[in-house]
């Protein structure tokens, strides 16, 4: 029924902003700035986050997206590596990882990874991202990027999120210029925005106190994008984050990227319950998830790209999610362990043509990068 409502002419979908701006004079003000593509302050950011209701934040972010986008729509041709879940850092909400020696623990061979990609035709992306593992020396990292490149010369090597890139300066004792440089030289393309989970001290105390801070994962961004390596940036929610801040973290990326234009999309990740240390909690529900994909894309107007990430939040909802604001429908992705080692669920290979259809069932055009 949503989809079918949403693909209605212009001129029905502005009836829900005009019937919402006529009964809230500051919403009205804060949605002409929206409109107009000034940035929002934090208080008129978090006003429009709580009190826009979700089909009026839906359709203002589907405004913004179509200023950006038009009808397009975005997918990639990829496959995700997780070439080990075992990892030193213990967060609450990561139902992924096996601790050194514990049962469970895996690592792939770099010739296991290889075959894997060969086995994946017309093959544009590959993301790879694991744990910490302190057996893998620095040299498996580079050696990984290289042997990829050297077999697939021309496939996008999305690699080693901020958390990762950290790591491979302690252990190499390298400064995180010199491992950036390194991996670029070897064939690194671009690096995954996990990690960030939210930018708030407090939560990082609760949930994940032996990562690193949100200064260092930004510091790290900050000299990818120095180096012209774009990153992507995330933020996981729907756990005991709040309003304000979802708000701050959203603002402080915005910041970042009018410094360095260095951020390629923003992905928001749905905070996953099933088999972790917060598994009391019940994750967020479609409302929230779909207020904050709009909300993203709204504050995050200078960002290219807002991801619908379908591993997370299922197929149907990331539809959905593509009328609230997001233009990516992430790819292929063929495997992905994180989300299935927490759900019990095997991720689903979903095919370009399947994703195309998606797409187009929305009234969108399918726009393959």
Sequence with gaps: MWIKDFSRPEEERNFILEETLKKNCELKDISEKVLNFEPLDFESALKLYREGDIFFLGELARKVKERIHGKKYYYTINRHINYTNVCVINCKFCGYHKRPGEEGGYTLEIDEILEKLKETPQLKEVHIVGGLNPRLPYEYYVNLVRKIRDSFPEIHIRAYTCVEIDW??????????????????????????????????RIRAELYPTKISSERWIEIAKTAHKLGIPTNATLLFGHIETDEEIIKHLLILRKIQEETKGFY???????????????????PSAHKILKVIAISR???????????????????????????????????????????????????????????????????EPAEI
């Design 265 to 283: 999309c923003f992905i928001p990740l749905a905070f996953i319950p099933e088999n972790n240390e917060l598994s009391h909690l019940p994750g």
């Design 168 to 201: 491979l300066s302690k252990i190499s004792g390298k400064s995180v210029e010199e491992v950036l440089k390194e991996l670029k030289e070897a064939g690194l393309n671009s690096i995954p925005g996990g990690g960030a989970e939210v930018f708030s001290e």
């Design 298 to 364: 709204i504050i995050l107007n200078n960002f290219p790209h807002i991801k619908a990430y379908w591993v997370f939040l299922g197929i149907k909802l990331a539809q959905i999610a593509l009328l609230w604001g997001a233009d990516h429908f992430h790819g292929t992705v063929i495997e992905e362990k994180i989300s299935e080692l927490m759900r019990g669920q095997q991720v689903m290979h979903l095919p370009p043509v399947e994703i195309q259809r998606l797409i187009r069932e929305i009234g969108g």
